[in-house]
């Protein structure tokens, strides 16, 4: 079988996504002693990012050349925003979180640059990088749901087993690849100084990704306070 572009992907972002599995959140989730407030504030700065990053498969629907590649584009708008999100609003129901608390959650810093510079990324650029900006996000979260599922009794943990079952589902990983697949489609024939910026783009929404470990871990919102 032929190469594909995300193989080429793989390579590069396979060390990357390895040391998430080491991130404390991420392995507070799988080994379920993460503590409650954390994997709060990762609710809620992750339902105002998953509005941003659905404005995004909406983009690629507009920007799409043809009927197939709109209707992929719609068919992951639809399952973020109702599969995906119905995940954060079930834990947001658990919790007492009302839907306009969760929708009304002020950006954190991190927030705010990850999903500023997918948009950017995304208006400025054509299909393919629009295609681009989705893909860590998909890709990498089913690999960790797929990595944690593989914990024993991860699956079955009170709090956080759901969040495991979602990102490892049927569902949800035929919601990777098919960021996968539309990403090795655009990438066809394009020509290597295309293919390397297309690239950079997956890097960094890697780090990105990262980075919204990060801001979790350590409850973050803006790093300057007013005085
Ligand atoms: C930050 C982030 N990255 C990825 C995903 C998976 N769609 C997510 N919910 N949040």
New binding site residues.
């Given amino acids: 079988m032929n190469s594909q572009f995300t193989d080429r992907i793989w390579k590069r972002v396979e060390p990357l996504w390895n040391n998430y599995l080491e991130h404390p959140f991420v392995k507070g989730l799988g080994e379920g002693w993460l503590e409650e407030e954390k994997f709060r504030h990762w609710l809620k700065q992750?339902y105002v990012?998953?509005i941003d990053?659905s404005r995004l498969f909406a983009l690629g629907s507009a920007k799409a050349h043809n009927l197939a590649t709109m209707n992929e584009f719609s068919k992951l708008l639809h399952g973020?925003l109702f599969m995906?999100m119905d995940l954060h609003r079930g834990y947001a129901e658990k919790f007492g979180i009302s839907r306009e608390d969760l929708e009304n959650t002020g950006a954190a810093a991190t927030t705010t640059a990850?999903t500023s510079y997918m948009l950017n990324v995304a208006q400025r650029g054509s299909i393919e990088h629009v295609a681009a900006t989705v893909l860590a996000?998909?890709w990498?979260?089913n690999f960790i749901g797929l990595k944690l599922s593989q914990i024993e009794g991860a699956l079955d943990h009170e709090l956080y087993g759901n969040w495991i079952q979602t990102y490892s589902s049927e569902e949800f990983t035929d919601l990777a690849e098919s960021c996968k697949q539309l990403m090795n489609t655009l990438a066809e024939d394009k020509p290597e100084r295309e293919l390397a910026e297309l690239e950079e783009i997956i890097y960094k929404t890697s780090m990105f990704?990262y980075m919204?470990w990060d801001m979790a871990e350590n409850m973050e919102t803006w790093p300057v306070k007013e005085s």
Avoid: P
Wanted: glycine share 0%; net charge negative; proline share 0%.
């Fill in positions: 992750d990012y998953l990053y973020t995906e990850y996000c998909a990498s979260y990704e919204f």
